[in-house]
């Protein structure tokens, strides 16, 4: 019975393991990046990067269909000249990167949403804005894959200098020029985890499975490895646990994972060890020292 | 060879300048505090020496030193203290110079970290989040890692603001040492009576220099009346200055 509920859908359909795989190697890779989001205090700018993907895979979607190989180059494209244009008028003007993000990412996402207008149907724009993490094939499994490899291999590298960079900026700068180089690699690796993300999850979702598991950790540790550790395994549970929930109900997969991450981090806040609600509320007797 | 050359420097904001046409020269191994009322440039003239600043005119020459043997404390710091490190890898980074991007920390290293967090008298609080420090302990884990910095020119910039008098000749102490072990060291620093005490040469500055020199002569009623009458607020209509090659001093 509870075999036939949790591990039953598993072996018994193809599909349900590709899910799995994609979504663990989703979980592996975009978890880190999130917490380091969230630690910048960037996650909104995530959020923001995420809109922007939507206008390249659409042009991707335009010229070969539901291509997901087109679309997940169309979308590095656009994600990282969205990035780089918006860091280049936060710098150039007195604006704010947010606000220029938030400028290009409003204008992306209308674009998109027409270009799939264009030639799609309604289905078409859901699957684009939302994903579809039960029809993965094998190249699409690898290309998810081989970014999640990528991105710890990267992240591995540039580790040091952004842990530095994110708590004493000026410091780096002083010691060394890895800095620059260090947060312009990290935001890459935000774009090919969105990417990645949203073949599965969709331009809209894509960010939660980065950025949900990151807020959960946040409540159970104030140690940065931890933290991380934490993360991915918060970002597994939802993506298995979402998966379990979409085969048995109705709920599309997508959101089904999305709320189940959205669960742990409701959990988190109130009763996370670090900060948490209920703790703040009943802290106990002070102590002596 | 001196440590420290300014020549003819500039430096400044906007084409405002915040120091003044200064030149002269730092010898290797002095202990200099630099004096000077709110807004005189004591800052901008740090951010110049560590190269955070490029100079608007003139040049800081630094006796082949790189950027790495410099070690930098800026009054203002910008660290993240939500930010979940501890103080041991807090301090550590310290050591950047040696392990760059991938040198691991060994038993040699982890001792010298140890070690850096005992002479500030940190004892026992290696694991402690950073977010958890009071205001002097934060300054105690900055004085730590500079420590392990081991550079030949140490800039301080206010390192005694709103420190409490234990922490403060503790820290100075440290300052002594480091003077001892033939270190460069340049401090920003408001009180006079520290100042004559303790740093055998004194640069005082009001966005131009006033004085330099060894401090018994430099710091003269005189030259702080100088010093506090200068213009605090740039003038935004001013015209280029034409001054290039005489030094000239604030009004």
């Known amino acids: 019975m509870i075999y036939d509920a949790l591990i039953g859908p598993f072996t018994e359909f193809e599909f349900m393991r590709r899910a799995l795989a994609a979504v663990i190697a989703l979980a592996l890779a975009g978890a880190p990046i999130g917490v380091f989001l969230m630690l910048r205090r960037m996650s909104l700018v995530g959020d923001a990067m995420a809109h922007a993907i939507l206008p390249g895979a659409a042009v991707g979607f335009l010229l070969s269909g539901l291509s997901l190989f087109a679309m997940t180059a169309g979308g590095l494209i656009a994600g990282f000249a969205v990035a780089i244009l918006a860091g280049v008028v936060a710098r150039s003007t007195g604006l704010k990167e947010d606000a220029s993000l938030a400028t290009f990412y409003l204008a992306s996402l209308a674009l998109g949403v027409t270009i799939v207008s264009i030639k799609g149907t309604n289905i078409d724009l859901l699957h684009v804005l939302f994903g579809n993490i039960l029809a993965m094939d094998d190249q699409t499994l690898l290309v998810v894959a081989f970014n999640a490899t990528v991105t710890l291999l990267v992240l591995a590298v540039i580790y040091r200098p952004l842990v530095i960079e994110s708590v004493d900026p000026l410091f780096l700068r002083t010691v060394s020029r890895a800095g620059g180089p260090a947060h312009l690699a990290f935001l890459a690796l935000v774009v090919i985890n969105l990417v990645n993300g949203f073949q599965a999850l969709g331009t809209l979702l894509a960010v939660g499975l980065m950025i949900l598991p990151a807020g959960t950790a946040r409540f159970w540790s104030r140690d940065l490895t931890t933290m991380i550790c934490i993360a991915v395994v918060a970002a597994a549970v939802s993506g298995y646990a979402g998966l379990v929930l979409s085969f048995q109900t109705r709920v599309p997969s997508g959101p089904a994972i999305i709320l189940v991450a959205t669960m742990l981090y409701i959990v988190s806040v109130l009763f996370g060890r670090v900060g948490g609600i209920v703790r703040q509320l009943f802290p106990g007797r002070h102590l002596e020292a | ?251």
Not at chain 2, 122 to 145: D, K, W, Y
């Open chain 2, 1 to 251: 060879m001196a440590a420290l050359h300014f020549h003819n420097v500039t430096l400044g904001y906007d084409r405002h300048p915040a120091v003044h046409h200064l030149s002269g020269e730092v010898a290797p191994g002095a202990l200099v505090a630099v004096i000077g009322p709110n807004g005189a440039g004591k800052s901008t003239l740090l951010r110049g020496i560590v190269g955070i600043l490029k100079p608007l005119a003139g040049s800081i020459h630094l006796g082949g030193l790189d950027a790495r043997d410099i070690a930098y404390l800026p009054q203002s710091v910008e660290i993240d203290r939500s930010f979940p490190i501890s103080v041991f890898d807090f301090v550590g980074t310290g050591l950047w110079r040696a392990t760059g991007l991938f040198g691991g920390i060994g038993r040699a290293a982890r001792e010298k970290i140890l070690g850096a967090i005992a002479s500030v008298g940190l004892n026992g609080f290696e694991n402690r989040p950073i977010g958890t420090l009071s205001g002097g302990q934060m300054q105690r884990v900055l004085f730590a890692r500079v420590l392990l910095q081991d550079a030949s020119l140490i800039v301080l910039d206010e390192p005694f603001n709103a420190i409490d008098t234990k922490t403060t000749a503790d820290l100075l102490a440290l300052v002594k040492r480091w003077h001892g072990e033939g270190r460069t060291v340049l401090a920003a620093l408001h009180d006079m009576e520290m100042v004559r005490n303790h740093f055998s040469d004194t640069l005082v500055l009001a966005r131009g220099p006033v004085a330099w020199g060894p401090t018994a002569e430099v710091l003269t009623p005189e030259n702080l009346i100088v010093a506090m009458r200068m213009c605090e607020a740039f003038d935004d209509s001013a015209a280029a200055c034409a001054a290039d090659d005489v030094s000239s001093r604030a009004a």
